[in-house]
């Protein structure tokens, strides 16, 4: 079964969950928006099979991370990102990814960003995407959306027992 193409960006998810983040009052760094854009491309090809975002996912000494996002926020420092965000933003996206990223939001979204970086260590996708480096080498291996599917469609059937 192929995965179908998408036309959003990185950025565009990104967005959003600073939207939602500003919306619960709650604040989001850099590397905290990094891991939910991961987790949400993560579940889009599991649960509706195609990519939220065409962007390139690497596999950072930090964890998941998409060179766009890093950049547009990187002044940010590992401090929260604060800018206002119109609801607008919310408006690229169709029902159906909408819905799957407020999930993506109310399942990780209170979880802190290094809870989330080690949660994405012990994970399969950025392991395997970091073999053969040291822990604090840089990379810019890409985390195979194969394997992300692969690996989250095997975490939804053990959820399910």
Request: aromatic share 12%; no cysteine.
């Amino acid at each position: 079964m192929s995965i179908k193409k998408t036309t959003h960006s990185a950025l565009e998810v990104g967005l959003y969950f600073l939207y939602l983040a500003n919306q619960s009052g709650k604040k989001i760094t850099n590397k905290k928006m990094q891991k939910l854009v991961y987790y949400a491309q993560a579940w889009s090809l599991v649960v509706n099979n195609k990519k939220l975002f065409g962007d390139k996912i690497e596999a950072w000494v930090h964890g998941p991370a998409v060179r766009s996002l890093y950049v547009k926020y990187k002044e940010f420092g590992f401090n929260p990102i604060i800018k206002e965000i119109d609801q607008q933003t919310a408006e690229v996206f169709s029902t159906k990814d909408k819905k799957l990223i407020d999930q993506v939001w109310s399942l990780y979204g209170s979880l802190d960003a290094g809870y989330l970086e080690m949660l994405t260590h012990s994970e399969r996708p950025w392991q395997e995407a970091r073999e053969g480096l040291q822990s604090s080498e840089s990379s810019s291996s890409e985390i195979s959306t194969k394997i992300m599917k692969e690996f989250y469609s095997e975490k939804l059937q053990e959820a399910k027992k």
